[in-house]
């Protein structure tokens, strides 16, 4: 019943900025929280960055003051505009909204790859 899309990947330089999207298609109610995961080859799958209902925000300490997360409501979509790219921020970034209608759901995106480098 539920798609989410990711786009906005792509190969960017040490220093310049991506903006990531994630829009969500289908019936998803009782949303309470969407975000980003980002895993890097031989690397475990890490949190980036999560917004809840509420708009509270929370991000990993190596993206902290570098990454803002955001969403459209009204589009069900998340935002993940990274800014000060490090070549280790490459990896596969993957969009993730957790709904809770009487139990918890995650419904996760294909991934789209971000790759810095000059």
């Known amino acids: 019943q539920v798609q989410l899309v990711e786009s906005g990947g792509g190969l960017v330089q040490p220093g310049g900025s991506l903006r990531l999207s994630c829009a969500a298609s289908?019936?998803?109610?009782?949303?309470?929280?969407m975000g980003w995961y980002r895993q890097a080859p031989g690397k475990q799958r890490e949190l980036v960055a999560t917004?809840?209902?509420?708009?509270?925000?929370n991000y990993a300490d190596s993206v902290e003051g570098r990454f803002i997360v955001s969403r459209d409501n009204g589009k069900v979509t998340v935002y993940l505009q990274m800014n000060r790219l490090k070549p280790d921020d490459t990896a596969v970034y993957f969009c993730k909204v957790e709904t809770n209608s009487r139990r918890v759901r995650e419904y996760w995106g294909q991934g789209t790859q971000v790759t810095v480098s000059s």
């Open positions: 289908g019936i998803i109610v009782n949303i309470t929280a």
């Open positions: 917004i809840t209902s509420g708009g509270s925000t």
